[in-house]
């Protein structure tokens, strides 16, 4: 590709608006550009990288098994009035209507649509298990689009469904999955981790996400320094201390806190170990206990994991904090000023909040708590439960090894569905007995677009994307210099640029009349894996420069092994 | 692929709500399936044509230096109002609102979102000329989508636009773009014509269709007979009889035709030959006419040709034909009486009838005729103009051979749109003089998913499918016969089967515990084009069975050679 028959739209500022480090490269590279909220242009660069992104999905999704298929963007409503999720399912769910008034949504998933299809065109068991999947546009009316692409309303994703009569055969599929997609994250070059994850309202029996690891991720994950093991931290099981509870060695005593609103307060001004404080913490109930809300306690120094709390069966779900009045009205007293001990309300505690002991919690009397508190002797231990997120240094729960946090950007998921919706939709098919028999089903996404952002997180410097060599836009970029001047030079690009074209080799060829400073800065911003300098000086040598952008490691090659040189990179 | 694996999905039954062969096919073959009205999912074998029409339209153009990018479905509606169609497009254009009820449209069509692109990005006109394309899902609401995926909702079209300085260098992209889609139709082995087209109501100066040749086609195509010529006959000129004006040889008569309210009946009843009667049509006049409406009158074996019609200045754009009582009122009679003969209101009179003498027409009283007009003598002849289709013999407009009429399924268009959207939306670069400059732009469309459809009505017979070989969605059959019960042949298909497969041969390879006949049936209505029969008989002589899908051929091929054979073939 030559420049000057491209749009390279480079920026040299970074965009205002940009908070993250992919949306700003993203920007600046000219691979993006915002049209409205959360709605995004895939300029030649940017659909280059994409494109690559997908067909190595594309490919490892064809060599699992899984077939493609193209479902529509837009859906009719009476599909999902069927699951139930034409009420369940929030304003990200663009409802809308057609010229003749009839419903239709902008398909942010497709569920529906497969199963419908599948309960059409499968009648006998010998026709399962099957794996179908799309890339397809989806939309997500998102709250707040952010990011650039990592949190647009318009992405592209690989959504695939599997088909079964039965868990076995689920089992294996979505282990074929599972390899899949590490193959597809390994192929782009990617540091990624498969992470447990928790299978959320739908229940489901088991559930992984994949992560790219890169600091601004917004997801935590929990790796033991041991084991493989890795988790979501929403999902990291923090295991029950093995410590014994120590016999109390403090009376118990009211002290007047009137300025300690905060664990941080009450540490700091009576001199208390944050390990001995806790926070008690006020959620609405569920409508199976008799009471409107219920505490949840948790060491001081901790937080509340809101996935596990809301999978409690008193807990109301989805987790809702109870307001100040109420907590007030039930209670006599403020948040600040909460605790266990002569709680009119029933509690739950967290595990390692059950092996503390001449701990202080508030006194349910605004500024007063109580000191040296010890569970049995003042106030009775009663349900005892994983409530809090792990921390760096807790044993992992594989059993081997200690906790380390990582932050990661949820880049895929695969999740085992079971009979969710195969069950409402009637999707049946007749076993070998001849009965009908609701399929089970598997379902695995990739968020396309995202990985393009994911990537860039992990791979970029101060000067710009530093491309994995399988996902780079171009493979090589020739940078001539002066070559409007120098007809030697001029014809050295030339000639390497059909050269490498006749190759096979993805060339960006600066053909404009540009500084040579410009379009330094301009590959390195796209971040081309590979680049030749041509000019006239190293020319008298016999040689091209060739630069790596990766290590910036810049040598002398001579003219006449150029493309060889390069062949032995690229392979 | 294996079928056991697969969504082979065909259908013994042709559906009754498919009218047209092509859509027929598509769902006996099992390549598309119906959502909801103009929605289709593409199953596995028709998503293996599309994406191959895809590739190739990518390809071809690439290769004609075209760029691919990808802009968004959903586009905000206020680039629309710029350019005026947010009002002007009809319910075709699908309106929507978001979470926060700022207005979108589904976009049928990008000339707004790549126009306001490159008033963003293009500053100079060194960075022209610049082509860009897209393949991406279009969404128009159609008042009534039929036929399958020929007039369906959501499409997928590959759309390019060109930008430039001036319209020598529009000229040039426009030739190359007319080259690359002549290229990508031949590589699909279709039977096409480039025609020229109507410009329309957005004028622009040239424009050309690109019409899959097929009986079933709803446009028709006028050709010489001795040149290259065709047009759309929207287009085709009728031009001007050489023939003079012949002398009266009758008086004019007014006769009473009770019971001739046609054409047909007057020259049944009174053995006129229809050359010699007229038809005389009112439509809406334009505001710059004095009149509500306008006559125009053509021979009576004609038809108006309404953009002709439309584009004269006196008549009302859209054309509308005026009704029985505005006529009525006007006049004093009624279709079935009317001619040019006393008539209160202008007429334009089409070239043919300018040269007809001794003719008959209406004598604007109910039930009454005269006979044996002649122009000048009897009513004086005013404004002449093409206002008729073309017939087949008509000398054509090129001045060489006759016309000759053929049925076609425009696939693509291109058109030279001018300046029309870059003045409305100042898309304007510096020129070398450091002025600023409007842009010229040409617009190239594909219906990539139309494109299948039309390969079809082009090449099917009685049962089923014939796929040229390039969009075929396998290029091999293997069907083995018996392989359950006979090891022999199972091994020998698997054997092929991972032969043809690391040659890089498409194989779909029946293993379904299905008769030979429900395969052999299934492979010929899916249309691929080479088929290897493996049976125990054939394997007793060292051969197996090769059957040609277009031709019908089958021979008998040296077991060692078929791999050969079929390279040949697929050569």
């Given at each position: 590709m030559r420049t000057s028959k491209?749009?390279?739209?480079?920026?040299k500022e970074t965009p205002n608006d940009a908070e993250v480090v992919s949306h700003q490269l993203m920007l600046r590279a000219g691979m993006i550009r915002k049209l409205a909220s959360g709605l995004y242009t895939w300029l030649p660069t940017g659909l280059r990288v994409l494109r690559k992104v997908e067909n190595i999905v594309r490919e490892e999704m064809d060599n699992a098994g899984s077939v493609e298929t193209l479902m529509p963007v837009v859906q009719p409503s009476d599909l999902w009035e069927e699951t139930g999720r034409w009420e369940k399912f929030g304003p990200e769910l663009l409802r809308i209507k057609d010229r003749n008034q009839r419903s239709f949504v902008l398909g942010p998933t497709h569920e529906e649509v497969i199963t419908d299809m599948i309960r059409n065109e499968v009648k006998s068991y010998k026709q399962l298990p099957l794996n179908l999947y799309q890339i397809q546009t989806k939309f997500r009316d998102e709250v707040r689009p952010r990011f650039g692409v990592m949190r647009s309303r318009e992405f592209i994703m690989k959504d695939a469904y599997s088909f079964h009569l039965d868990q076995d055969s689920l089992d294996e599929t979505y282990a074929e999955m599972h390899q899949a997609y590490c193959n597809v994250f390994n192929r782009m070059g990617l540091d990624f981790r498969p992470v447990l994850a928790d299978t959320g309202?739908?229940?489901?029996?088991a559930s992984h996400e994949f992560h790219v690891l890169a600091e601004s991720g917004e997801d935590l994950i929990a790796f033991s320094t041991e084991s493989d093991f890795a988790a979501n931290i929403e999902k990291a099981e923090a295991i029950a201390p093995t410590t014994e509870l120590a016999a109390p060695t403090q009376e118990m005593t009211l002290v007047d806190t009137p300025n300690a609103k905060t664990i941080a307060e009450l540490v700091e001004q009576f001199e208390l170990p944050i390990e001995k404080t806790v926070k008690t913490l006020f959620v609405k109930a569920s409508e199976e206990s008799e009471f409107e809300i219920i505490a949840l306690i948790i060491r001081g120094d901790h937080e509340l994991n809101e996935i596990k709390a809301e999978k409690?069966?008193?807990?109301?779900?989805?987790l809702e904090m109870a307001g100040e009045e109420e907590i007030r009205a039930a209670i006599g007293a403020g948040p600040g000023s909460l605790g266990p001990v002569g709680l009119k309300l029933p509690f739950i505690v967290d595990r390692s909040v059950a092996v503390m002991s001449d701990f202080g919690a508030g006194a349910n009397v605004d500024g007063q708590h109580y000191f040296g508190i010890n569970w049995g002797r003042d106030v009775e231990l009663a349900q005892v439960e994983d409530l809090r997120n792990v921390v760096e240094g807790d044993p992992s729960p594989c059993g081997k090894g200690v906790i380390q946090l990582k932050r990661g950007i949820e880049v895929g998921h695969i999740f085992q569905l079971g009979n969710n919706y195969s069950k409402s939709m009637n999707a049946t098919v007749l076993d070998a007995n001849g009965k009908s028999a609701i399929v089970e089903m598997g379902c695995y996404g990739i968020g396309c677009t995202r990985v393009v952002a994911a990537a860039i997180e992990q791979n970029h410097d101060q000067n710009g994307i530093i491309w994995p060599e399988a996902i780079a836009p171009f493979q090589v970029a020739i940078v001539p210099m002066n070559m409007h001047k120098s007809e030697r030079v001029k014809e050295a690009a030339e000639k390497l640029y059909a050269d490498l074209t006749a190759q096979g080799i993805e060339v960006l060829f600066d053909?404009?009349?540009?500084r040579p400073g410009v379009m330094f800065k301009d590959i390195e911003l796209i971040g081309i894996p590979h680049t030749v300098v041509i000019g006239d000086r190293s020319m008298d040598n016999g040689h091209f420069e060739y630069k790596n952008r990766r290590d910036g490691e810049k040598v002398p090659v001579e003219m006449d092994n150029i493309v060889a040189h390069l062949q032995g990179l690229l392979k």
């Open positions: 491209y749009l390279v739209s480079t920026l309202s739908i229940g489901g029996s409690l069966p008193q807990v109301a779900e989805p053909d404009r009349k540009e």
